[in-house]
């Protein structure tokens, strides 16, 4: 059983397009994330929530906009794509916030790759 | 601002050999310090992790050293395999700082590590 699935797993789309990406956890934990890869394989943390409150929002343009229904699930809608959106969207999750803390390892999905053109 | 730097970007080494990777940070209210393993297609997967208040920890080949007053830390692969091919970062965060930094982990660049049979 996958702990942190996310869908689709590829997505080519049309710059202006609107897309969103699915994330599910199965490991109980009460925090969920985003990140983002670029081409250079930097990661960079996009959003966290906790118990589906938002808790972390870098500097993100608004096109892009998490969603939680409930704390199992955290979704990203990516509105007008442009080129430099195309990277590696990961989904994550931990038991709590606290990085650091006891069982508070973040747990990483396998990614979706994103790629407008 | 690239709080945490990484380096080499790439590291080959030989099978047996021992892999070395370095991480400076900047922000003396990180606490928690873990590396991340990636292989290609997959997630970072948390590989061994270290807190401050020692200077070093092991876990079968894997070792951090952790020096504070230089704001350094590496990861020490002894006996590295074939298999231990795979992106490496290095991240941190503050543990339990509260705020808009709860939780966050910076990563640094990656270093990819091949090692040759």
């Known amino acids: 059983d996958t702990a942190v699935s996310q869908t689709p797993k590829y997505l080519v789309t049309q710059m202006g397009n609107d897309k969103s990406i699915k994330c599910e956890q199965n490991?109980?934990?009460?925090?969920m994330y985003w990140y983002k890869q670029d081409s250079k394989k930097f990661l960079k943390i996009m959003f966290s929530?906790?118990?589906?409150?938002?808790?972390i929002n870098e500097t993100v343009p608004n096109r892009f906009s998490p969603k939680s229904p409930d704390k199992a699930h955290l979704n990203l809608h990516i509105n007008s794509l442009e080129l430099g959106d195309s990277a590696v969207y990961f989904c994550?999750?931990?038991?709590?916030?606290?990085?650091?803390?006891?069982?508070?390892?973040?747990?990483f999905g396998e990614g979706s790759w994103l790629t407008v053109v | 601002q690239q709080q945490v730097k990484q380096s080499p970007q790439s590291l080959i080494v030989q099978k047996g050999g021992i892999s070395i990777i370095n991480c400076a940070y900047e922000?003396?209210?990180?606490?928690?310090f873990p590396w991340y393993q990636q292989f290609p297609g997959k997630g970072p997967a948390l590989l061994i992790a270290i807190r401050p208040d020692v200077s070093e920890k092991k876990e079968g080949r894997f070792t951090i050293s952790f020096n504070k007053s230089a704001k350094q830390f590496s990861l020490h692969i002894m006996d590295s395999q074939p298999g231990d091919s795979a992106t490496y970062f290095c991240a941190a965060s503050p543990a339990n700082a509260g705020g808009t930094s709860y939780g966050k982990l910076t990563f640094g660049q990656g270093t990819i590590l091949t090692v040759h049979p």
């Open positions: 994550a999750s931990s038991q709590g916030p606290g990085q650091g803390a006891q069982g508070n390892t973040i747990y």
């Open positions: 490991l109980g934990h009460d925090t």
């Open positions: 929530y906790n118990n589906k409150e938002l808790i």
């Open positions: 922000n003396t209210a990180f606490d928690y």
